[in-house]
């Protein structure tokens, strides 16, 4: 998980707010003198919701925090599909949607700058959510049967680097306690 930003809105330990973007991907290749084909899945997510924190232990600029991060994330599963068979091509995609809660708990080391933080984390995130669905069409559900539906499932360890910004910290070029 690339946690490029979070927002905080106040110096309160309890009230944050957080922004998030997640990826992955896969790739399916097989060439021959007759031609090729690839089979690309690329997911991408939008995280955002509540940043709760509490300082552990601090020494100077340097804080080891415990979080807990709960929020909604809007998945994009986008399928793509390359044929070519001697001068013959074919390609198509498709675009599915997927939507989830998540909770996400774990600890910070984070560095405080007279603006920013800069930190990274080690967390395990949890989610819930919504099968992937065809772009325009909730109807029509990726799966083989409606017993057995692709969900995004975002689950799992979370390690990454975090760039804070509080609104309403002053810039005073130092850094204050």
């Known amino acids: 998980m690339l946690n490029a930003y979070k927002a905080k809105y106040n110096e309160d330990p309890i009230n944050k707010v957080y922004l998030g973007y997640v990826t ?9 003198y007759s031609g090729k084909y690839n089979f690309d899945m690329l997911l991408n997510g939008f995280q955002g919701g509540f940043h709760m924190e509490t300082p552990l232990k601090s020494h100077q600029k340097i804080e080891l925090i415990g979080y807990i991060d709960l929020g909604v994330t809007t998945t ?7 044929l070519k068979l001697y001068d013959e091509e074919s390609e198509q995609s498709q675009l599915f949607f997927g939507y989830g809660f998540d909770f996400q708990a774990g600890l910070e080391l984070c560095y405080k700058l007279p603006v920013v933080d800069i930190g990274c984390y080690l967390g395990y995130e949890q989610d ?18 409606q017993d057995d539906l692709v969900h995004p499932g975002w689950a799992g360890l979370r390690t990454g680097i ?13 850094y204050q306690e």
């Open 24 to 32: 992955t991907g896969g790739r399916i290749s097989l060439v021959d």
């Open 76 to 82: 994009m599963l986008n399928i793509k599909e390359y």
């Open 128 to 145: 819930f959510s919504t099968p992937f669905y065809l772009d325009g069409n909730y109807e029509a559900q990726l799966g083989t049967s």
């Open 162 to 174: 975090s760039l804070m910004y509080t609104f309403g910290r002053k810039n005073t070029g130092t």
